[in-house]
């Protein structure tokens, strides 16, 4: 049974917010939840969504996949949610798309794996040949970075990044030398550093969550045998950065769509209503929750464009529709966004844009 989103409805308009709360990810959780209640109170001071008042319901995105799937599945079919947003791994996403099953309009916004969403999902995070790509390219072409050790949590996007890098070494012009991965919340990288030392790569590849990734790089940074060797991180941002501390940050890089140090006019406006709603102890600023704040006015617009359509629909009916967000407007195709991607270099405890890629022409 679809949810409508049409203006008939006096009620409130439901968005299911799955979230991490704890565990290695728990670092992200209290930045996308600021970020989205700014956005529903923006929504809501201008009519909320089709004349209905938007109210959030949090789910913890930390719990097994199937334990988040069945407490929406329940909510859904007691027909209390109208839509949904997530910022949570994939191992979520695809468990929460089968029992969703188009069911309701699904925002997925971090970065992620690529593909085709499942149906009545739009993702708007970075996919590998968007922010891998380029990023390859530049350290090769900068920083002399051809051979690589992968090390990534055992899950379903670090496992699709190496496929990735595999499949397209050859036309990357790189070559994997190790990998490894590691279970959630891995206390001790002591043996996976040395691996690193003994093998001596260019560069690591590290596809880690959260607290894994703050404990791997206060190692790497500790330990005298890494000196040199490049660090690329996908899903480093500002909160992860703050935990390893500038003494570990030395030849650390990511890639995102959006960074707080962005000067445009609708970023500093973004961190000025932030910090006024948020106060003195706001959380940090980053791009997991600057995408859940985008994510949530692209699902009120999309709903407002088309009040009636199915949510199976609205991947075809937006398709080559560009939408507002914090860093300039983004392009959705075939369910996925495409927008420029930003280079950085871990300076201390901030990161420095070095470079822009802004002919992205595919998810």
Not at 339 to 350: D, L, P, Q, S, V
């Amino acid at each position: 049974m679809k949810r409508g989103f049409g203006s008939m409805r006096t009620d409130a308009f439901r968005i299911g917010c799955i979230i991490p709360a704890s565990g290695a990810a728990g670092i992200y959780g209290p930045s996308c939840k600021a970020s989205l209640e700014l956005a529903q109170g923006e929504i809501n001071s201008q009519g909320g969504i089709n004349g209905r008042n938007v109210e959030l319901v949090f789910f913890d995105g930390s719990r097994a996949a199937a334990d988040v799937a069945r407490d929406v599945n329940g909510m859904l079919d007691s027909n209390l949610l109208d839509s949904l947003i997530g910022m949570h791994n994939s191992d979520i996403k695809k468990a929460v798309a089968t029992v969703n099953n188009g069911r309701v309009l699904y925002i997925y916004t971090p970065t992620y794996e690529g593909g085709a969403p499942s149906p009545g999902m739009l993702a708007i995070g970075e996919t590998p040949s968007q922010q891998l790509d380029p990023s390859i390219k530049w350290l090769a072409a900068n920083a002399s970075v051809k051979k690589w050790y992968f090390l990534g949590n055992d899950y379903t996007w670090p496992r699709h990044l190496k496929s990735y890098l595999d499949t397209n070494a050859k036309r990357l012009d790189i070559e994997i030398v190790g990998a490894q991965f590691v279970e959630d919340e891995c206390a001790d990288f002591a043996e996976y550093i040395t691996a690193i030392e003994e093998i001596r790569p260019d560069a690591v590849f590290f596809a880690l969550v959260g607290g894994d990734s703050v404990r791997f790089n206060r190692e790497f940074g500790e330990s005298d045998g890494t000196e040199g060797i490049v660090r690329f991180g996908p899903l480093i941002e500002e909160n992860t950065l703050l935990g390893i501390g500038e003494n570990n940050s030395k030849d650390l890089y990511t890639a995102s769509g959006y960074f707080p140090s962005l000067t445009s006019e609708d970023n500093l406006a973004f961190k000025r209503r932030y910090m006024q709603k948020t106060g003195i102890d706001a959380p940090e600023i980053n791009v997991l929750g600057a995408y859940c704040y985008n994510g949530l006015n692209l699902l009120s617009d999309v709903s407002k464009k088309f009040p009636d359509a199915e949510p199976s629909q609205l991947s075809e009916l937006i398709d080559g529709m560009s939408f507002k967000a914090i860093q300039g407007d983004f392009e959705m195709r075939n369910g996925n966004a495409l927008h420029r991607i930003y280079f950085a270099k871990a300076k201390g405890i901030e990161f420095q844009v070095i470079d822009i890629f802004s002919h992205i022409t595919q998810a």
